[in-house]
């Protein structure tokens, strides 16, 4: 790997770093910047879906749905990018409600578990009971929490990532140097073995 790709994929991870960062001590705006790319997800999968539609309509007879789709994700995506904030209000709920929906799930499935005799299904059934108490306490009680979950799992996800790009550098130099290691190791034994041939001649 070049030195100036080392370089770049350093300062891509100091920045990284530093947007997770960001992320977590501003969840406010990070929950409108999240808002802000779905709604341009949105828009992006409307032009796609417009592509498809312009594709198969003369095969499908039902292409007008399509084409209603995609007039819909373009028109949605382009409302959330213009006002993020509502969307960005309703994220919390959201992650609640889901939280709460994971730990209910799991709470049913330790049951099952149960009728087949596996013998720690209290264990899931805790878990469950504690994961729809905090979807609870989040929904209802202070919305704010969800709102800081999001931002911190997504900080932190964006500062793993910056993480890795050091990580790739420091393996990738690694690696560089056992392989200079091995071409030395190689290059002595051709030596070597060129010496022993013009001895034997």
Do not use: H
């Not at 990070?30 to 997800?41: E, N």
């Not at 999001?150 to 993480?163: E, K, N, P």
């Amino acid at each position: 790997m070049k030195t100036s790709t080392k370089i770049w994929l350093c300062l891509s991870g100091c920045a990284l770093v530093l947007l997770g960062v960001l992320c977590i001590m501003y969840p406010g705006d990070t929950l409108v910047s999240l808002a802000w790319v779905f709604g341009l997800i949105l828009v992006v999968a409307g032009f796609g879906t417009f592509g498809t539609w312009a594709a198969l309509r003369r095969l499908n007879p039902f292409s007008g749905l399509t084409f209603l789709t995609a007039l819909l994700q373009v028109f949605l995506g382009i409302v959330i990018i213009v006002m993020p904030a509502p969307l960005a209000v309703a994220l919390p709920f959201i992650f609640a409600f889901w939280v709460f929906y994971e730990g209910l799930s799991l709470l049913l499935d330790s049951f099952n578990y149960k009728r087949f005799g596996f013998s720690k299904w209290w264990i899931l059934s805790l878990l469950g009971v504690l994961a729809m108490c905090d979807g609870c306490y989040s929904l209802f009680c202070n919305p704010a929490v969800s709102a800081k979950i999001i931002a911190w799992l997504v900080g932190l996800a964006i500062i793993a990532d910056g993480i890795g790009n050091w990580i790739k550098v420091l393996a990738v130099s690694r690696v560089e140097k056992r392989l200079s290691k091995l071409a030395d190791r190689l290059d002595q034994v051709l030596d070597i073995e060129d010496v022993e041939a013009e001895e034997v001649k």
